[in-house]
């Protein structure tokens, strides 16, 4: 594992427990948490945050992760493998991305400050070669001072997908996905809330923490997502981000 896959394994690793991962144990943290204002920023997991989150500033800093910014007022449509079995592809415009070279969006954008435009300039959301899909998936994930990942997703149905993984100095890389990886990314999907977050998610940005841009396509609906993404546990897009990582990692042999 080089340093790229090994810095992102570290940083999913210390979402799951913050605190660990600096050295401070489970045990450390139920008996200091409480009295302790600066130990919460150390400490702070979501089963504690739904209870503590507004106590104090401390807490409300470190428990952002944790709290969701999806507007429960937009519709969620609930998809599965058995869905993408079903109903029209993505027409020739709709696999076309929204964020693109020149465009204000993506890592490219004002909201992500000294980030350099989008390197893989063309306007499709599938990867090279897939004709057609039934979702697209088009993302870039930054994690500290690193390359940035481009990734494409391209769905066909609930058995077939292709990866499609670029990151200079690394150079492109395309696979096929299995019926797990592809219910791994539509249970994200599902779980994220995708379809109600807001275009910039707002979230708090931890020390060299990453940051996910992310815009899915399906027939009649298409979503454009950029946030920082935070440590296992944290939600929204932290979420999708956290299962589509490990999937590349499996597959991006160059790296």
Not at 46 to 70: G, L, Q
Not at 101 to 125: F, I, W
Not at 239 to 253: D, E, G, N, R
């Amino acid at each position: 594992m080089n340093r790229l896959a090994a810095v992102l394994a570290m940083g999913c690793a210390c979402a799951a427990a913050p605190a660990w991962a600096d050295g401070y144990s489970p045990e450390w943290c139920a008996a200091n948490r409480d009295n302790d204002r600066m130990s919460r920023l150390n400490c702070a997991d979501a089963p504690w945050c739904k209870a503590h989150w507004n106590d104090d500033r401390e807490t409300r800093v470190a428990c952002d992760a944790f709290r969701s910014k999806a507007d429960a007022s937009l519709p969620m449509p609930h998809m599965t493998r058995a869905t993408l079995d079903m109903g029209p592809k993505l027409t020739r415009g709709e696999a076309m991305s929204r964020c693109f070279a020149g465009q204000e969006c993506g890592l490219g954008q004002p909201y992500l400050v000294g980030r350099k435009p989008r390197e893989d300039t063309d306007e499709t959301m599938l990867p090279p070669g897939v004709p057609g899909a039934r979702l697209a998936l088009r993302g870039d994930i930054a994690f500290g001072n690193l390359p940035i990942m481009h990734v494409r997703i391209a769905l066909m149905n609930g058995r077939e997908g292709v990866l499609w993984i670029n990151g200079s100095p690394y150079g492109p890389h395309q696979a096929r996905l299995g019926p797990a990886e592809i219910s791994s990314v539509v249970d994200a999907i599902n779980r994220s809330q995708f379809w109600r977050l807001p275009a910039h998610g707002g979230h708090m940005s931890p020390a060299d923490g990453m940051i996910s841009s992310i815009e899915i396509a399906v027939p009649g609906r298409r979503r454009h997502v950029t946030d920082s993404t935070n440590p296992k546990g944290g939600v929204d897009l932290s979420v999708l981000t956290h299962a589509i990582t490990p999937i590349v990692f499996a597959h991006w042999k160059g790296i």
